[in-house]
């Protein structure tokens, strides 16, 4: 069983779905080192679990993620004279956030981002890590590094030009304005906004549908899509058949197979 070192981050297993709920709405789920510890371990778990097909990232309370915990630095800034240790005991925590993101894109479950309220800063790179997001049509994004004069982390800049283009991507980082759920839909941040009441069904239902698909082929298919970035053409489509050959091994294809040429529904197991 999969269980996180502290209560900053809530799991729940079931029916091959595992929810994450980052649990501190007080601060609006702001990232802290209890969080980022976590996080850490449960994404490391995760990475191996062959029960757990589909991963829910989402914030208690009203909000999904409101950045770095800034109470937090400033309380580091007057406890520490010395820069050179705040910069020390900050790098530190940044590295194991980095290890999240790494964890998650190297899951090879589909992560599914259930967005409400505030996305801000480390927030957007949260959801910029995963693969889907639902998202309330009350959620609202900035990604605010810029307001406390620093440069992103958790991915951000290699997630967005490859998401809205290098030039929105600029605009996004070095002015840092609030934007709605509307404008990240068109600039392709997220998948679908729903209503903010329907929002705990739809990625329910979402989660369900992705369950009883093709574990190995969603594995693949995640892999692919990571991958084609960094590939030319050809060495994609030599990417793409070590995938599809590794497909053809699994009971899911057999039973995928079949079932097309039966006229029937398929009965994946992930398997």
């Not at 580091?76 to 910069?87: F, G, K, P």
């Not at 490859?162 to 030039?167: A, D, E, Q, S, Y």
């Amino acid at each position: 069983m999969i269980t996180a070192p502290n209560d900053t981050v809530l799991v729940e297993i079931g029916g091959g779905i595992c929810t994450l709920t980052m649990n501190r709405p007080d601060s609006l789920n702001a990232i802290n080192p209890d969080v980022v510890d976590a996080l850490l371990a449960v994404t490391e778990a995760l990475k191996t679990d062959t029960a757990v097909r589909v991963v829910v990232v989402r914030g208690a309370g009203d909000h999904f993620m409101a950045g770095g915990d800034v109470k937090g630095f400033k309380a580091q800034l007057d406890a520490e004279s010395d820069r050179a240790e705040v910069q020390k005991d900050i790098g530190v925590m940044i590295d194991r956030v980095h290890r999240v993101i790494l964890n998650m894109r190297a899951m090879p479950q589909p992560i599914i981002a259930s967005v409400k309220g505030a996305v801000a800063g480390a927030g957007v790179s949260l959801m910029l890590a995963c693969d889907m997001v639902l998202t309330a049509d009350d959620a609202f994004f900035t990604l605010a590094y810029c307001h406390i004069g620093t440069s992103p982390d958790g991915g951000s800049t290699w997630f967005l030009p490859r998401t809205v283009g290098l030039k929105r991507a600029f605009e996004i980082a070095l002015l840092g304005d609030r934007f709605d759920a509307e404008a990240a839909l068109a600039m392709g941040l997220i998948n679908r906004i729903v209503p903010a009441a329907d929002l705990e069904a739809e990625t329910s239902a979402l989660a369900v549908r992705l369950a009883a698909g093709p574990a190995k082929a969603y594995a693949e298919t995640k892999a692919l899509l990571n991958g084609s970035m960094d590939r030319d053409l050809a060495a994609q489509l030599d990417a793409e058949t070590g995938g599809f050959l590794n497909c053809v091994a699994s009971n899911d294809f057999y039973e995928g197979v079949t079932a097309f040429a039966e006229k029937r529904k398929q009965q994946f197991t992930g398997s």
